[in-house]
């Protein structure tokens, strides 16, 4: 049977860290604060922005709620972000993507000013994940994975990983933060040949496709190290699911992340360091 690389004690540790930099912070005069700007009531954005909430209450990090109608007109729009953008007192915006279709989401997203991208969603962000620089932040999510794998002391450096998925959000964005850690990749996609031949070579395979339970025993081998970045309603089963058919992979492989519990509930915890690490870089603190 698989170990299970649980994500709570992952979070728990950053939040902890999170915690005493606040204090520090605060002590200094600097309340580090997150914004979140939400259009419409998404149930997905609600659970998430709750979960955010509670995170960063937990770190002292104050939250502004930013809720906009669906229908609001995209002037109206861009005027509450660049009230964000220009108010010295917000240190992280969190946009929820994606928009509605009235809305320019390309545009959006990189409005937001690099120094308060701490979802990593903006172009300059994105560049600094391509060149290993500091200029804005990692997506969460795609952070997430490597703190699991660090926090579990999975080594990362000269390993092969299959990272299947190549979306901006994870799977692109955290095969360059594999890279960037001596990791040799492999991604795989929809026009991928042979994709299960491929993965069950690796040492160490990501899945991030967004398809409930679609990677079974074929894609895997023992041995093997399995990050599940998926997360699904199984209608069916009544339950959430990863990508990871799990009942298959869980006997097999060396270690895994639940879904529920793995790498989800690790994102929130490093979107508060990156409002922690936000408020130090504006306030050149170190």
């Known amino acids: 049977?698989?170990?299970?690389?649980?994500?709570?004690?992952?979070?728990?540790?950053?939040?902890?860290?999170?915690?005493?930099?606040?204090?520090?912070?605060?002590?200094?005069g600097?309340?580090?604060?997150?914004?979140?700007?939400?259009?419409?009531?998404?149930?997905?954005?609600?659970?998430?922005?709750?979960?955010?909430?509670?995170?960063?209450?937990?770190?002292?990090?104050?939250?502004?709620?930013?809720?906009?109608?669906?229908d609001v007109s995209q002037e109206a729009f861009d005027e509450a972000l660049e009230a964000l953008n220009h108010d010295d007192s917000v240190h992280g915006i969190l946009m929820f993507r994606p928009l509605p279709k009235h809305l320019n989401s390309e545009k959006a997203r990189n409005m937001i000013?690099?120094?308060?991208?701490?979802?990593?969603?903006?172009?300059?962000?994105?560049?600094?994940v391509f060149t290993n620089t500091p200029k804005g932040f990692a997506p969460c999510t795609a952070q997430a994975a490597i703190e699991i794998l660090d926090y579990y002391g999975i080594e990362i450096s000269g390993k092969n990983v299959t990272v299947l998925g190549r979306s901006l959000v994870v799977g692109k964005p955290l095969a360059l933060l594999l890279m960037n850690r001596n990791a040799t990749i492999t991604v795989c996609h929809r026009k991928t040949v042979d994709t299960q031949s491929i993965a069950r070579?690796?040492?160490?395979?990501?899945?991030?496709?967004?398809?409930?339970?679609n990677i079974t025993a074929q894609y895997l081998r023992e041995g093997q190290y399995v990050i599940d970045v998926g997360i699904?309603?199984?209608?069916a089963k009544g339950k959430l699911c990863g990508d990871v058919l799990f009942e298959e992979a869980e006997p097999l492989v060396k270690a895994i992340t639940p879904v529920p519990g793995g790498v989800g509930s690790v994102t929130t915890s490093v979107l508060v360091s990156h409002v922690i690490e936000a408020a130090c870089r504006m306030n050149g603190i170190r």
């Open 113 to 128: 000013a690099p120094e308060k991208d701490i979802d990593g969603c903006t172009d300059g962000s994105l560049a600094g």
């Open 1 to 28: 049977m698989a170990e299970l690389l649980k994500g709570k004690p992952v979070a728990d540790a950053i939040t902890a860290k999170c915690s005493e930099k606040a204090k520090e912070l605060r002590e200094k």
């Open 30 to 70: 600097i309340v580090p604060c997150l914004a979140i700007l939400r259009v419409g009531e998404n149930d997905a954005d609600i659970s998430y922005e709750r979960g955010a909430m509670k995170r960063c209450a937990s770190a002292d990090v104050e939250v502004r709620n930013v809720i906009l109608p669906k």
């Open 201 to 213: 070579k690796a040492d160490i395979v990501v899945a991030a496709i967004g398809e409930a339970e």
């Open 232 to 235: 699904s309603w199984n209608e």
